[in-house]
């Protein structure tokens, strides 16, 4: 096959520069090639809506990585992206041909096209997911067969198994990185290889290897690496663009695109009539295109345009480094390193340096790549241990730049409303995941609650709550922040709602309150209004929540609801919101629940028990929290009074009931003693004894969990309910002992250490005589050694002084105050 082009410019043709989509050594070689051409137009692999925002590419507020954005402008969640880094050869063409005064055009087929062609059957599959970043994901769409991934093909015939590393030996670590020999090319493939790009003084000379390599596999390729399906689209429309290009601008034309693609794009080989012909009737939708920020994390996933670059901060740091970039790039490590207060000098860094050497010679690479400098940092900096790698390759390998676009750039209104807040509150996107602690009692930190709330109820979930920070009080709330690339969709799709957050939220708060089938969607929507502060919103969603709760008689139902409104209650506390219409809704659940509570809790299995012992602890906890209107705390005492005696309610939940009256106040010790006793008497069956125990004795189930862990201190400070369940235990029958056994494990297994050791002696030891309480005499407590060991008791006199501050005492160490 005859190459399209040659190691110069050929009258009367474009020159093509195939390229690999995020390569340094590509990104190098197009802007060589570019200043020895000096074309009149560039055109690039892209959608031609992007046109009219090339100009935005030389502000100076624009920092890659950045991408293109397409969405349905009646669907913005019908979406693609065309990705940028500094170091993307379409990028480095783009910035050339802006800052030589030359035309800038893109080429592939128009967005309006490939977006309405999304979902429909005939769109290859894997060709849809490429379509959401352009053709970056050529690699991705063709890995699964191996006659389709072109890399995957001449790594073979140059004798490599790993397709990335060939590439990164012949292109993206020539030049400036390594000097070493060319790694051999196919048979058939010209004596100067991609490699020689850098080396020889030709710049044209990778373009045509490449070029010459890729049409022999497409001409015996009958996979789907052939040009069929999408492809000969986007193939057909770049050659109609050539075509027009070359009429305006004569044969000062270059095209930057994926090397796969350079063989079909000589318009030699077809007519302009043929290709108009094959994208005849495409269906189309209207678009809006913008530049949007982009992140090395999102080109480093293994989708879209993102496939295959698993180090984009390795490559960003290759192309910009001035010269010596593996010494640069172990300094970055060790900086790193060193701020995580790992010992690393400058003696590590050499040393580094020198084993990523010698590991690229004996695995016979030009030069050290990604596993060398990783192998090297493991056993120089980290001692052998993975984990500080971790770190290296989270801030350094992949990186946690994010890209930022002017504030010019099209947007729409709620974008540039939610950009209006961002700064007001001094909340900063990033791509780097941070914690956030927030203290509502602050009007800054109040209102950044407010707003990241309303993202959330608008599908915007830049931040996420964190469970785990905050404490447990009201007044503090914890966050975990990232901005990632694809919510400047979810914000294009927000935006059909309202052209501002608060506006946005409130609107869509309103359609989520009138189509509300269920009592716990109705909940959970109050409380989220409560915590986003939509006031306009709150009426109407009580409204829908109280015609919930009217229809729903399930007290399961009605049990999961309850805990959110009292959740919702304590918020709007905080927050200064009126809930005098919530609160009266809480109440009115839990007075239902109170009177359906005996009969919902009859007749149910070992799980449905487990179930409703897990609604017993939430509505407990809720109803503590609600105002104590029309007597609900009282009426929730009784009917955990009348489950306490019923025969017909398991075990687990009788147990329970008593617990949690018990720890409310509301239920004497003694009563208490009196109830286990009964429940594990000699009639009563061992496993529903044990079952009463793991209720009365277990920790709390649910959000309550995190709260209870008394239930061992029980037995430690009541001598008469350790000698029942020890009494009790010691008489089960050796047949029935497997039986209850997991029951106790389970029950046990909750408690800490120390309450586990201490209940151990105190077992041993024997209960106090008559089951009395334990007191402490100078014969001992149950458990306890006998008397009091006074010379034991006075070493921590010591340090007790120390920590208080005192003088030091007489006869003392010096440093030991009184």
């Not at 050659?239 to 034309?253: D, H, P, S, T």
């Not at 009217?550 to 959740?567: K, N, Q, S, T």
């Amino acid at each position: 096959m005859t190459p399209t082009t040659t190691h110069e410019p050929v009258a009367g043709r474009p020159l093509l520069l195939g390229v690999r989509h995020h390569g340094p050594g590509s990104a190098r070689a197009v802007r060589a090639a570019l200043d020895a051409a000096r074309p009149r137009a560039v055109l690039i692999e892209g959608p031609p809506e992007g046109d009219a925002l090339v100009a935005l590419a030389s502000d100076e507020a624009m920092r890659p990585p950045v991408a293109l954005l397409a969405h349905a402008a009646d669907d913005p969640g019908k979406a693609a992206f065309w990705p940028f880094a500094s170091f993307s050869p379409e990028w480095v063409a783009l910035r050339w041909a802006l800052d030589h005064g030359a035309a800038v055009r893109f080429v592939d087929l128009p967005a309006s096209h490939t977006l309405a062609l999304m979902g429909d059957p005939t769109w290859d599959e894997e060709d849809d997911e490429d379509a959401e970043a352009g053709d970056g994901g050529d690699a991705a769409a063709r890995r699964s067969d191996p006659r389709g991934d072109p890399l995957a093909t001449l790594a073979r015939a140059a004798g490599h198994d790993d397709p990335e590393q060939w590439w990164e030996d012949v292109v993206e670590h020539r030049g400036p990185y390594g000097r070493a020999p060319s790694p051999p090319l196919p048979d058939g493939c010209p004596a100067t290889g991609p490699a020689a790009g850098h080396e020889a003084a030709d710049p044209f000379a990778p373009f045509a290897a490449v070029a010459e390599a890729m049409g022999a596999l497409r001409d015996t390729s009958d996979g789907p690496a052939g040009a069929s399906g999408r492809d000969a689209l986007r193939e057909a429309h770049m050659r109609l663009r050539i075509r027009a290009a070359r009429k305006e601008y004569g044969n000062g034309v270059a095209v930057v695109c994926g090397a796969w693609h350079v063989p079909a794009l000589d318009t030699r080989t077809t007519t302009a009539t043929a290709d108009r012909a094959l994208l005849k009737g495409l269906p189309k939708v209207r678009t809006e295109t913008t530049w949007v920020p982009w992140s090395h994390r999102r080109l480093a996933r293994r989708s879209g345009y993102g496939a295959g670059i698993t180090s984009p901060g390795w490559y960003a740091h290759l192309y910009h480094a001035p010269g010596r970039p593996l010494e640069r790039w172990m300094t970055k490590v060790a900086h790193l390193l060193r701020a995580e207060d790992r010992p690393v000098s400058s003696a590590h860094v050499i040393e580094a340096v020198r084993l990523a050497r010698t590991l690229a010679a004996v695995r016979g690479r030009p030069a050290a790549g990604p596993a060398e400098t990783t192998d090297a940092v493991r056993a120089v900096m980290c001692d052998g241990s993975d984990a500080p790698l971790a770190l290296v390759r989270d801030r350094l390998v992949v990186g946690d730049a994010l890209g930022e676009v002017p504030g010019t750039a099209p947007a729409v209104p709620l974008q540039r409303d939610l950009a209006r807040l961002q700064r007001s509150l001094r909340l900063k996107p990033a791509a780097q995941e941070r914690e956030l602690d927030l203290d509502l009692r602050k009007d800054t930190d109040a209102a950044r609650s407010r707003l990241l709330h309303r993202l959330r109820l608008l599908g915007v979930d830049w931040g996420v709550p964190a469970a785990d920070r905050g404490g447990t009080g009201t007044f503090r709330e914890g966050w975990r922040l990232r901005w990632e690339p694809e919510l400047h969709v979810r914000v294009a799709e927000a935006g059909l709602w309202g052209t501002t957050v608060l506006a946005a939220a409130t609107a869509k708060a309103r359609a989520q309150a009138a189509s509300a089938r269920s009592l716990t969607d109705g909940t959970a929507l109050a409380e989220h209004c409560l915590l986003a502060d939509l006031p306009e919103a709150l009426p109407r969603v009580m409204r829908s929540l109280a015609d919930l709760a009217a229809l729903d008689a399930d007290v399961g139902r009605l049990a999961r609801a309850l805990p959110a409104l009292a959740r919702a209650l304590r918020y709007g506390d905080v927050r200064s919101t009126d809930t005098a219409a919530l609160a009266e809704v809480a109440t009115g659940l839990a007075l239902r629940v109170c009177v359906g509570l005996p009969h919902a809790c009859t007749g149910l299995d070992a799980d449905g028990a487990a179930e409703m012992r897990g609604h017993l602890d939430a509505v407990h906890t809720a109803i503590r929290l609600l105002p104590d209107a029309r007597g609900v705390r009282a009426r929730w005492d009784a009917a955990l009074r009348g489950l306490t005696g019923l025969d017909r309610v398991p075990g687990s939940l009788r147990g329970r009931a008593a617990r949690l009256r018990l720890d409310a106040g509301r239920l004497p010790e003694d009563d208490a003693a009196r109830l286990m006793a009964l429940a594990l008497s000699p009639g009563t069956r061992p496993a529903d004894a044990a079952a009463w125990i793991e209720g009365f004795l277990g920790a709390a189930t649910g959000q309550a969990a995190r709260q209870d862990r008394s239930g061992g201190l029980l037995l430690l400070h009541d001598e008469r309910l350790l000698g029942l369940v020890d009494g009790w235990l010691t008489g089960v029958p050796a047949d029935a002992f497997t039986d209850v056994l997991p029951l106790l494990r389970r029950t046990f297994s909750t408690y800490d250490t120390g309450v586990r050791r201490s209940l151990g002696e105190r077992v041993r030891r024997g209960p106090a005589a008559g089951g009395a309480r334990p007191a402490l005499t100078e014969d001992g407590a149950p458990g306890f050694g006998a008397g009091l060991d006074e010379a034991r008791a006075d070493g921590v006199l010591p340090v007790l002084r120390l920590l208080l501050g005192g003088a030091p005492g007489r006869g003392e160490p010096i440093g030991v105050g009184r």
